[in-house]
């Protein structure tokens, strides 16, 4: 008892004036990368991309701002607020008519002048291997498939039951592919399964386009298009952890005809009480602390874009040269796919996803669920109660306020060992959940059609 009191003085000792201080100086400093990157921008690509110092209201079409998360705008910092951001604006026009871009250009790619280097796939701050850029070969996500081999579901007359399984922030098809799907049945005594594991629009092995804005919307769009459309799924169950719980309540509301069952694990749940979800999330996953330190880095990734896209710029883009270094500091000739999934992303994808979906999501979560309760799609939740990254609040807010959806919270576990840990009886747990929803969905609609005789 000593030790804990102790252990949170200290922590509120760290999290006060020292934080203050220092995330000051990572608004001056945040400020000051957004010049340098759009003069870099100018001299790399001969044009400087808008970044979100500014509110987009004015430049983008009411549609699409809709779907834009109030936290790329409304992100507090003291330089910003104070006007100063007026000479990063003109800084374009300063060049110009000093010359010196088209100097610096000419002096240090004199062969490629006459290129449109803005139209490639990847920013000059963004690695260019040829895995990276791998994706620029289709507009589909890359879709992960395990199911019964085609002689045996030709065979069978068994009903095919398909689950769609979405990642969470940082991660790709393989936090399923190489975990729970070992254990997952491809067929059972009245069932086979077909089981599609994605990588998310800007993750993974699929396409991270620079002009998107990774929305809530485009997310789903892309599911879609390249898992529900082309296999013409007319039903399917969702399995989604973190970041893609969100996405995968949207996937589900939207077809909320075809959805018999969904399972969240540790979704950051925000309710919409007042319009403000989407900063309230942005307050709650990335509070600007100094302790933990997983705290901290996660506040300084989420509130500056320009030091977050220099981050990236040192990992991502030579993810190459640490894989190497992390192989012979552990001597190991393969690395865990969770650090190889780290870098598969650019800070366009990652910091859009960040925003537009845990935060900008959180304003459609609400809607979404209602949608699905109606509808009598079983909802199933769970959580670890050691989770530090999704607080366990998320989870008793959601069942105060959707007292339909079934909760679960794991003893013991955190925000991934509550997979991780318990793989195969999480995969039981799921094959239980299918069968238990194909009656649910069986005794609704008799009860439908019982109310239209």
Known sequence: MITSSF??????????APSWAVFFLFDLLDYFLCIVFRFLDEVMEEKSESCHCNNPREKTHFAEYEFLSETLYRRRNVFRQAGFLRFADKLPE?????????????????????????????RWSDCGCKTCVSWINTDKLNVIVKQPSISDLSISNKPVENVIFVHGFLASS??????????????????????????????????????????LKEHVEMIEKSVILP??????HVVAHSMGC??????????????????LVAPP??????????????????????WPPASFFTAMMCWYEHIGRG?????????RTWERIIKIVTWRRKLPTAI??????THQSGWHSMHNVICGGAKFTDKHLETLIKSGVKINVMQGDKDVVVPIDCLSNMKGKFPAVEVEVIAGTDHSTVIMSRREVFAANLVSLWATSEKKQKVVASAQNMKTY
């Open 340 to 345: 190889m999934d780290f870098t598969k992303h």
């Open 269 to 290: 749940y925000f309710a919409d009480s007042k319009g403000g979800a989407s900063c309230a999330a942005l307050d709650v996953v990335a509070k600007k602390k100094l």
């Open 94 to 122: 300063i060049t110009k008519k000093i010359g010196i871009v088209t100097f610096l250009r000419k002096f240090l790619f004199p062969h490629t002048m006459n290129k449109v280097s803005h139209e490639v796939a990847n």
């Open 7 to 16: 252990s949170e003085k200290c922590t509120s000792v760290i999290n006060g």
């Open 174 to 215: 393989s936090f399923w592919t190489n975990t729970v799907f070992k254990y997952l049945p491809e067929t059972t005594e009245g069932t086979n399964y077909r089981f599609f594991a994605i990588d998310l629009l800007g993750f993974g092995d699929s396409p991270k386009p620079r002009a998107s804005q990774y929305s």
């Open 246 to 263: 969100i996405i995968g309540i949207a996937l589900a509301a939207k077809f909320s005809d075809s959805v018999k069952s969904v399972a």
């Open 311 to 319: 981050v990236c710029m040192v990992f991502c883009r030579h993810h």
């Open 231 to 236: 296999n013409n799924l007319t039903s399917f």
